[in-house]
C-alpha cells in the first residue's frame, strides 16, 4: 500500500497575512484617492468657473462641465482688469527678487558654513530668531525707510523690499550644502590663484545647483503670491499692481466678478505650475542633498 504526499503549492491560495496587506493597501489607496480629489477639485471648479458667465458659476451646483465656454472671460481678465500690465509687473518683480535672494543667501550660507568668525553664533541666533516676527509688524519700517529714500510707489523698491527679509530657510539649505562639499575643491582654487568671489561664482555655486533651484523655486512662488508688501508699495499706483494684487479689480461695491476673477487667477497659476514641472527634480534632489550633509 503506498501512500501518495500531495505537495501545496505556496504561491497559490491567499493566507491570512496576505489578504491582510491586500486589505490594507486597498484601504489606503482609497484614502490617498479620496484626499487627491478633495485636493485636486478647488482647482478644477477654478478653471470650470473660468469658462462659465456670472450666473452658470453658482447655478450650475457640482457641475464641472460649463454649457457653453465664455473664453470672453480671459479676455476681460487681460483686457479689461490691465492683468497684461500685472503680468508684466509680476515677472519683473520676481525675477529680480530670486536673483537677489538666491544671490545674497548662497553667499551667506557659503560663508558661515565653511568660515569660522567671531560672532558666528550670534549670526545664527538671529537669524533663526526672524523666523519668530510677524510680517506685520515690520511693514511699517519697510515702508518707512523705502519713502524716504524714494523708494515707495516703484518696483524696485518692492523688490528691495521683497528681497531684503532674512529668507533663513533658504540660508539654512545652503548651509546644510556647502558643509558637505570637500574643502580640497576650495584649496585647488586658491592655489590656483583665485579668490573669495572666484572660488564662490566659480566653485561653489555651480555645485549648489540642486539646492538654487530649490531656493529659486521657493522664492519665485513666495514673491509671486506676495499680497501684503505690493498691496502696500502700489496703493497711489495702480499700473504697478502685481497680480495677486490685481484680484481686488474683480471686486466691487455691490458684487465680485467671479469667472472673471477664475480666469484671473488661472493666468496666475500657469506660471507656477510650469516653473514647478521644470524644477521639481531639482527641488527634491536639493531638499535631499542638504538635509543629508
Given at each position: 500500500m503506498s501512500t501518495t504526499t500531495v505537495r501545496k503549492d505556496p504561491g497559490r491560495g491567499w493566507s491570512v497575512a496576505r489578504v491582510r496587506n491586500r486589505l490594507v493597501w486597498w484601504v489606503m489607496a482609497v484614502i490617498v484617492g479620496i484626499g487627491a480629489l478633495l485636493w485636486v477639485y478647488p482647482f478644477v471648479w477654478m478653471v470650470s468657473?473660468?469658462?462659465?458667465?456670472?450666473?452658470e458659476v453658482f447655478g450650475s451646483g457640482l457641475s464641472l462641465l460649463p454649457k457653453t465656454?465664455?473664453?470672453e472671460n480671459y479676455a476681460r481678465a487681460w483686457t479689461d482688469a490691465g492683468f497684461g500690465r500685472y503680468l508684466l509687473n509680476t515677472v519683473i518683480v520676481t525675477v529680480?527678487?530670486?536673483?537677489?535672494?538666491?544671490?545674497?543667501?548662497?553667499?551667506?550660507?557659503?560663508?558661515?558654513?565653511?568660515?569660522?568668525?567671531?560672532?558666528?553664533?550670534?549670526?545664527?541666533?538671529?537669524?533663526?530668531?526672524?523666523?519668530?516676527?510677524?510680517?506685520g509688524y515690520t511693514i511699517i519700517p519697510v515702508v518707512?525707510?523705502?519713502?524716504?529714500?524714494?523708494?515707495?510707489?516703484?518696483?524696485?523698491?518692492?523688490?528691495?523690499?521683497?528681497?531684503?527679509?532674512?529668507?533663513?530657510?533658504?540660508?539654512?539649505?545652503?548651509?546644510?550644502?556647502f558643509r558637505g562639499v570637500p574643502k580640497?575643491?576650495?584649496?585647488?582654487?586658491?592655489?590656483?590663484?583665485?579668490?573669495?568671489?572666484?572660488?564662490?561664482?566659480?566653485?561653489?555655486?555651480p555645485l549648489a545647483m540642486p539646492v538654487t533651484a530649490t531656493v529659486t523655486l521657493l522664492t519665485f512662488l513666495a514673491t509671486w503670491n506676495a499680497f501684503f508688501l505690493p498691496l502696500v508699495f502700489t496703493f497711489s499706483r495702480p499700473d504697478l499692481r502685481t497680480l495677486s494684487v490685481g484680484m481686488l479689480a474683480f471686486v466691487g461695491e455691490n458684487s465680485v466678478d467671479w469667472s472673471g476673477m477664475a480666469a484671473a487667477a488661472?493666468?496666475?497659476?500657469?506660471?507656477?505650475?510650469?516653473?514647478?514641472?521644470l524644477l521639481q527634480r531639482y527641488f527634491v534632489e536639493g531638499m535631499a542633498g542638504a538635509v543629508k550633509s
Open positions: 468657473a473660468s469658462l462659465k458667465d456670472q450666473l465656454p465664455v473664453w529680480c527678487t530670486v536673483v537677489l535672494v538666491v544671490v545674497r543667501c548662497a553667499m551667506a550660507g557659503y560663508v558661515i558654513a565653511r568660515y569660522r568668525f567671531t560672532g558666528r553664533k550670534t549670526v545664527m541666533v538671529v537669524l533663526i530668531a526672524t523666523l519668530f516676527v510677524p510680517t518707512e525707510i523705502s519713502q524716504r529714500l524714494g523708494l515707495l510707489n516703484s518696483l524696485s523698491g518692492m523688490v528691495i523690499a521683497l528681497s531684503g527679509a532674512a529668507h533663513v530657510a533658504s540660508i539654512l539649505l545652503y548651509m546644510g550644502y580640497e575643491l576650495e584649496e585647488a582654487a586658491v592655489i590656483d590663484g583665485a579668490g573669495f568671489l572666484s572660488v564662490f561664482f566659480r566653485v561653489m555655486l488661472v493666468i496666475s497659476l500657469l506660471p507656477v505650475v510650469i516653473l514647478f514641472v
